[in-house]
């Protein structure tokens, strides 16, 4: 059995990945969307991506991803604690860093202490927080990497820099194929649209609250080819496998434009 990740080794998703398929083969990817199509290829038997970071919210892109690419759920979900150290190389005076190098996300978690310690440095995006480590040639250069990487040559700071301490991303483990219709779950994840019309959200709101479903999360997202129109996506605390949990969402897929079950788990 293979996993893909969002490489290189030692990244985020890496760790994600081996905590939810600990027996499994992990394959590294560059990107998402080579993530997805190693997945709807059969090149591996599952992905673990992150779907949301408590600090920046939803990962978009992969949002986008579970909507648009057919035949595929997400059957399990993860959560991975987020520790950012200033990776520099052995010995270098900090004073002198020019670049930091990061994954986007990382680099908005660590705005504030990246402004008021490096007001000029020019910050550069990289694919991963690993793939930073790889960009450290000088010592006007540093990354942004998690407090379990180590590289023989690199330094890290002994304390997290992230802006907030009680970090942590959501993963969600994909695979190929349809819900099991008799899978207990504790939630189920859903994106609808609804008419655009004055209460048309509110409508679709009051048939999930009818059926005593939690919503536990909430977004939306612009529809690419209708102008001021919108998708939604919605978690639910609840448990598939019950005949009642089917009606009710037969119910609002009855009550919405259109509606697709991004996983349930």
């Known amino acids: 059995m293979k996993t893909a990740y969002l490489g290189p080794e030692g990244s985020y998703s890496y760790l994600a990945a081996k905590k939810m398929t600990p027996s499994n083969e992990l394959c590294a990817y560059d990107s998402f969307p080579q993530i997805m199509r190693a997945l709807t290829s059969g090149e591996v038997d599952c992905t673990v991506i992150p779907i949301e970071n408590n600090l920046n919210g939803g990962v978009i892109q992969n949002i986008d991803l579970l909507q648009a690419t057919p035949d595929i759920i997400a059957v399990e979900e993860g959560i991975i604690k987020i520790e950012h150290r200033l990776a520099t190389l052995n010995g270098a005076d900090i004073k002198r860093i020019k670049r930091v190098y990061s994954h986007r996300q ?73 819900v099991d219709e008799n899978k207990s779950t504790k939630k189920i994840y859903f994106s609808v649209t609804c008419p655009n019309v004055s209460g048309g959200l509110l409508n679709l709101l009051k048939r999930i609250a009818f059926h005593g479903l939690n919503m536990s999360k909430l977004q939306s997202r612009p529809i690419k080819d209708a102008v001021d129109e919108f998708r939604f996506f919605i978690e639910a605390e609840c448990d598939y496998s019950e005949p009642e949990i089917k009606k009710a969402i037969e119910d609002i897929k009855s009550n919405a434009l259109s509606f697709k079950l991004l996983g349930a788990y």
Request: proline letters at 3%; aromatic letters at 6%; one cysteine or more.
């Open 106 to 178: 990382a680099l908005d978690q660590c705005a504030g202490y990246l402004f008021e310690n490096f007001p000029k440095a020019q910050l550069i995006a990289v694919p991963s927080t690993s793939a930073s480590l790889d960009m450290i040639k000088t010592e006007e250069d540093a990354g942004i990497v998690g407090a379990h990487t180590q590289r023989e040559g690199i330094t890290l700071s002994e304390n997290n820099i992230a802006d907030y301490s009680e970090n942590v991303t959501h993963f969600l483990k994909v695979v190929r194929g349809q």
